[in-house]
């Protein structure tokens, strides 16, 4: 009796639930402690300390109308001008409350965008590897994603393929750096030379191209690589952040978008992704949260506990011979896979009780997604697991 659109929905999300089972069968064979599971991109690195002091004070310093109410769609007057300024200081922006909406996570905020984008049959450029999720959030306003093959050479946007792949169709591309399954960075070169792509298809098309800019792993960068911020390049720009990461704060679900004044349409932009924000149920972000990250704006998490982790990771894999990239953000390693196929060796890996992600859930088949935001010891207590596999598939 479901939809044809939900049916397909929940045959596609099968191998997500099936290695999520796969863990807990593992789990009780051999104990949670001998199961290596770098499938999930679940922080382990706890929440700073600022957090659990800013929702104590909230709950004890507010009265319970003013943090639990419903309130403007787009959130807290307040928290959007704190956000604004905060931006403001950090990348030189002249942004202001009118140009923030608080959302429920990324996932919430890239929805909101696509609603308030998209017509059936519009296309959304992205360039693999990529979030899978994209393709659901394209199909939930009948509109198609347009995947640019990858380049597999440093895994930074394939630009020469993407001018072609543009045409009157287009309405949006959507960017994910630190990406989500390579930690690749995206350098400014790549920013500049996508801006300018974009601007001269604008141009020659007449339409307007919007640039999402995903960014849930900014603040996730190591050895101070510089994260460009986008809105600066291109104006048609508008930008999608969460906390999930940022704050190890994926269960509560509070993160804001960016549409800077200069984009086109801005004024109906802005009233439509108010509107649409409601209308998909969300209603407003959580309201306790908005309040919450306002005072904790400047609050980090450890970055060093990712990055002993990314540390540890690419030595030994390097050391046992297999390719990959050193990841400059996120907390994700995208490492070719000694076999061609990269489903196969996922499957090899579950018998050494590691959980890795095929590349062909991300378009990029060939390569496995190894999540390491996962306890230092479970690497550890790995590598004995991936230097084996290595060696059985060298034979
Ligand atoms: N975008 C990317 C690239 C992600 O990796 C994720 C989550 O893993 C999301 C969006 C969704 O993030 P959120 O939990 O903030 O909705």
Known sequence: MISNKM?????????????????????????????????????????????????????????????????????????????????????????NAHNILMTVGAAGGLNVVFKTLLNPGDEVITFAPFFGEYNSYASNYDAKLVVVPPNTVDFQPNLEAFGSMITEKTKAVIVNSPNNPTGVVYSEATILKLAQILSEKQKALGTNIYLISDEPYRELAYDGVEVPYLTKYYANTIVGYSYSKSLSLPGERIGYLVMPSEMADFENFVSAANIANRILGFVNAPSLFQRVIAKCLDAQVDLEGYNRNRELLYNNLKAFGYECIKPEGAFYMFVKAPVEDDKAFAEMAKSKNILLVPGSAFGCPGYVRIAYCVAYSTIENALPGFKALIEECQG
């Open 7 to 95: 049916m397909e929905q929940v045959s596609k999300s099968s191998v997500i639930r099936a290695m999520f089972e796969e863990g807990n069968r593992l789990a009780k064979l051999y104990g949670r402690e001998n199961v290596y599971d770098f499938s999930l991109g679940n922080p382990n690195v706890e929440a700073p300390e600022e957090v659990k002091k800013a929702i104590i004070e909230i709950v004890q310093q507010e009265k319970p109308g003013a943090i639990h109410s419903y309130m403007n769609n787009s959130g807290y007057e307040d928290v959007r001008e704190a956000v604004a300024q905060h931006l403001n200081k950090k990348f030189g922006t002249a942004f």
